[in-house]
């Protein structure tokens, strides 16, 4: 998978690649290296990871991929587009779920449309930063669960994230696991617990 997305990745014509990798055993930060990626080292967890990746980093605008998901080469343009407008800072992707069905094609309108109107992309949506505003908020909180959804809290007051086009393609395995609509509850009863008042590294003991 590794190999796979550090190619889709390179196919932006990026200035550069990182792949931030939380102590794995099964050698994928060769695979990664090897396929041209530059790899840094980090505790496991993706906030830890993500800023790891992010100070490593010599752009003035960050991406931010997971490794289930990939971005079409336009993309590239698009956020180039969208941040030539200097009052944009921050966006994401409309999804494309790798899944047939009509459920699927409800969800990807329901998050394309968290981020419209609530300004609340997810990660695996695509998250694109500028450096400085990215910088500014702290980078991601070092959470273990959400820390997306706090970062985009904090960068939303100052710059409201856009939707591009994309589509970013993301694989359908967690919804298919454990059904979308069990999924999407679970989601929003964690968010809820959260809003409620409970750390979200309590919340993250449930998710796994």
Known sequence: MIAQAVAKAKALAPREVIVADG???DGTAAIAQAAGATVVSAPRGRAVQQNAGARAA?????????A????????????ETALANSQ?????FRQTIEAAGRTYRL??????????YRGLPYGDQGIFVRRELFDAAGGFPELK????VFLMR???????????????YVSARRWQRRGVVRQTLRNWSLLTAVRLGVHPDRVARFYA
């Open 23 to 25: 102590g794995s055993q």
């Open 68 to 79: 289930d998901t990939f971005l079409v080469p336009e993309a590239a343009t698009q956020i």
């Open 154 to 168: 904090r960068l939303r007051q100052q710059s409201w994230p856009v939707l591009l086009p994309g589509p970013l």
């Open 88 to 92: 944009v800072g921050c966006g994401a």
């Open 58 to 66: 010599t752009g003035n605008v960050l991406l931010f991929l997971h």
């Open 107 to 116: 969800l990807e309108r329901g998050n394309a449309w968290r981020v419209s």
């Open 145 to 148: 669960l959400m820390e997306d």
